[in-house]
């Protein structure tokens, strides 16, 4: 009953999602809902995704078979993904395989996109990407191009990227020489950057008939006068569009608002999922669901503490910090539920191990300058945030180019520092756990990388945080009250 027969050369049909991280049942079912709504074999379709297809619970490869049998029941579709921030993987076995998955989408006609992104040898756009696609759809020019954001250290890729703006500014002179019926922009990035490229385009006289925004893991209400959306990360959403192109400016049309829950699973993509739940045990029950562990991305919460102190106590280290960015979402208390595999894996599922190092206090100072740098001006999305074990709390001021500057770090009630912000006891140490990623020195944490650090080992096996996590949340009926929330460390502001 969903069908859309229409085939007026001027109008088409678009499909926008973003964010799956591997939430491949979730996506398989809003694919569901486009073969349910679109004529045969996907005639005047155009199916978008802004980014970060991988990083997640179900296997990436899921995700690209997917995409594959999507194809084959849409021939005649035009499917266009950007390139995400977490799509490169973090070591080079991911990055390969997002090169692989490049080659297989490209024999599928299915094109991988990002602007702002160059090769280190050539100076061009690596030869697996493209910064973007011309596309026919009868009779009609769509051009769509793609952008991403991204805080890695590309360099041991052998790539570079540009900034956005930068990099969308340059292409306006292509897009004014090519004079689309309709220009798309897929925008992996918050919402600060979407709403610039609207204001550039808008500067060069370059209209953008849609642009679909990507990264941000929060609700973020559409601007529909300068036709900016953005879909609900995760699969949790899928918006419907109708294109006209009769006149000028085109009209754009929001028809529908798909939630993945509204959709079936289809029998062409069911067996594979349903192997892999099976076999991957994600409907395994763990433990009553007890602690209320919200998630901040970008301030200290109840889930990242909690999950630094297990870090802690298992490394016995006087702190511990991890990347915000591992924690994908809350595990709040649901009275009676019977928590599985798949609540604990959606809170946390990347396969991270523990390090130790030992920090003086002006190197820690350091650490904290980083992640809190852009405390005033970035109030969510600071992808350099660090979660902390519980027992941190950490004083800021606010500079006058609205940087934040660390002046007190207090550890079990002890202050590191004097009043003229001097160390109290500048040759002493303090251990800590850590994630190799920031160990490593990404997102800036360049302090970091030339420390002396040990990889946590318990009965000759490597430790893993997502084990730690399993476990405290086994043992939280035990030991906590039903409904209550974690203690998190405390950063506070001030004016001195």
């Keep these: ?42 005639e005047n379709t155009l199916i978008c995704d802004c980014g970060d297809l991988f990083k997640g619970i179900y296997d990436k490869q899921l995700c690209v078979d997917a995409y594959i049998k999507l194809r084959k029941q849409l021939p005649e579709a ?76 590309m360099q041991k890729y052998g790539l570079k990227m540009t900034g956005i703006t930068e990099s969308f500014v340059q292409m306006l002179d292509t897009v004014k020489y090519i004079n689309p019926d309709a220009f798309i922009v897929l925008n992996h990035a918050l ?86 739940e099976q076999k991957s045990g994600l409907n395994i029950p ?31 280290t006087q702190i511990a910090m991890i990347s915000t960015g591992y924690m994908t979402h809350a595990l709040r208390y649901e009275k009676d539920k019977m928590l599985t595999m798949y609540n604990i894996e959606r809170a946390y599922s990347a396969e991270t191990m523990i390090q130790t190092v030992n920090l003086k206090a002006e190197e820690l100072k350091s650490v904290f300058n980083n992640a809190l740098r852009t405390r005033y001006t970035q109030h969510y999305g600071n992808t350099r945030f660090l979660q902390c074990s519980q027992n941190i709390c950490v004083y800021c001021k606010k500079n006058e180019d609205n940087t934040a500057e660390v002046i007190q770090i207090i550890i079990n009630g002890e202050k590191l520092f004097d009043e003229n912000g001097k160390p109290l006891y500048p040759q002493e140490t303090i251990s800590c756990a850590i994630d190799p990623y920031i160990g490593s020195g990404e997102l800036g944490f360049d302090v970091l990388r030339p420390l002396s650090k040990n990889t946590l080992m318990k009965d000759n096996k490597l430790v893993k945080i997502k084990e730690l996590f399993l476990s405290g949340i086994k043992e939280a009926p035990q030991k906590y009250q039903a409904g209550s929330s974690y203690p998190c460390y405390k950063i506070f502001d001030t004016e001195k």
């Design 1 to 42: 009953m969903y069908k859309t027969m229409s085939t007026r050369n001027d109008k088409i049909n678009i499909f926008a999602i973003t964010d799956c991280h591997q939430e491949a049942r979730k996506l398989c079912c809003l694919f569901g809902g486009i073969i349910n709504r679109v004529a045969d074999g996907g």
């Design 78 to 153: 035009k499917i266009v993904i950007a390139v995400g921030n977490n799509d490169f993987g973090f070591n080079n076995v991911g990055f390969d395989f997002l090169v692989q998955t490049a080659k297989k989408f490209n024999q599928s006609n299915i094109h991988f996109l990002c602007a702002n992104i160059i090769d280190l040898k050539t100076g061009k756009y690596p030869k697996w990407v493209d910064p973007y696609i011309l596309l026919d759809i009868n009779g009609k020019k769509i051009l769509v191009t793609a952008f991403c954001f991204n805080m890695m250290k």
């Design 191 to 276: 919402m600060p950057s979407s709403l610039e490229l609207y204001s550039q385009a808008q500067k060069h006289g370059v209209t953008i008939d849609l642009l679909v925004g990507g990264h941000e893991h929060s609700v973020m209400e559409p601007i529909e006068d300068k036709r900016i959306y953005y879909p609900q990360a995760f699969s949790r959403t899928m918006l419907s569009f109708d294109l006209d192109m009769s006149v000028k400016p085109t009209e754009l049309t929001l028809k529908e608002v798909i939630s993945n829950k509204q959709e079936n699973l289809l029998p062409v993509f069911a067996d594979d999922i349903e192997k892999f």
């Design 286 to 316: 763990v433990a009553v669901s007890t602690l209320n562990l919200t998630r901040d991305y970008s301030d200290p919460c109840p889930l990242g503490s909690f999950v630094a102190d297990l870090m802690r106590s298992a490394a016995k």
